[in-house]
């Protein structure tokens, strides 16, 4: 598994989006009982509303996917990297609009990488709170 939640250096925008991120995508079948328990993990770095959104998601089967990757005990590891916008939108000192590359790999069960374009936004409530993804769009390739 990637770097734990708890050493995220929260006051980096960059550093909470990308945490977020790859704990969204990490999951690990020997530790997991379905792909929701890493939307459990990165609800964590998300506001309250997020959060309870990443949350109702577990209530889904888990699919066909994550039950190959269980059979073969497998894991997702995930790159991701910030992306430079050709038109950003304007960050604040209080909200922060950046966009990820995101690649998820599967190991152990066979599968194509999955490439997607993620565009989130994070906020805190004043410059020296803690940062929080408040939402997040993927694209996928």
């Given amino acids: 598994m ?3 939640i708890s050493s ?9 989006g990308k945490a977020f991120l790859v ?4 999951s690990d079948t020997k530790i997991d009982t379905s792909p929701w328990n890493a939307a459990d993990r990165a609800a964590v770095l998300a506001s309250s509303s997020y959060a309870a959104t990443l949350r109702q998601q577990s209530v889904a089967a888990p699919g066909a996917a994550w039950n190959a990757m269980e059979a073969a005990k497998g894991y997702t590891s995930a790159k991701v990297t910030l992306v430079p916008s050709n038109d950003p939108l304007p960050s604040t000192p209080t909200d922060a609009y950046l ?4 690649t998820v790999t599967t ?7 999955q490439k997607s374009s993620v565009f989130m936004h ?7 709170s803690d940062w929080q993804v408040v939402s997040s769009d993927s694209t996928y390739e």
């Fill in 23 to 26: 704990a969204l995508n990490t």
């Fill in 122 to 128: 994070l906020h805190r409530a004043n410059a020296s």
């Fill in 2 to 4: 990637a770097t734990p």
């Fill in 8 to 16: 995220v250096k929260r006051a980096d925008a960059e550093a909470v």
């Fill in 99 to 102: 966009t990820y590359e995101v």
């Fill in 107 to 113: 190991h152990g069960a066979k599968a194509d990488p």
